[in-house]
């Protein structure tokens, strides 16, 4: 298995505050799901420790919970942060269906750059 990474910033910014990490898959397993919480978690950590925190609580329920269960793009915001998951028909990439995990941070406070 392999888990796809693309950072992002806000505007002409070359400061990341933005990941987004997936599978090539329309549904994720649980062990795909592991697999992208543990990789968006550490980006995040890695880029933004100041501002990881706020996600902690998150983690451990986007690992345990099954994504199929909702369709689309779901979204849970955690004082600035923000942090998005793909049920089924969620994320299309390259024109395929695959399941993944974003967050986004505010573009001032990260620590990573391109």
């Known amino acids: 298995m392999r888990v796809l990474i693309t950072p992002g910033a ?26 992208l919480v543990e990789v968006a978690r550490g980006f995040f950590q890695a880029c933004a420790p100041q501002m990881a925190v706020q996600a902690a609580p998150l983690w451990t329920e986007l690992t345990r ?35 993944g995990l974003s967050v986004e941070w505010p573009g001032d406070s990260g620590r990573c750059v391109f």
Do not use: C, D, K
């Not at 090539?24 to 697999?35: I, L, V």
């Not at 369709?71 to 399941?99: F, I, M, Y």
């Open 10 to 35: 806000a505007g002409n910014s070359s400061t990341i505050n933005t990941v987004l990490v997936y599978v090539e898959a329309p549904s994720a397993t649980a062990f795909q799901r592991q697999a």
């Open 65 to 99: 919970t099954s994504w199929a269960a909702a369709r689309g793009w779901q979204n849970r915001v955690l004082g600035s942060v923000r942090v998005g998951w793909s049920g089924p028909e969620g994320l299309t990439v390259a024109g395929t269906e695959a399941s």
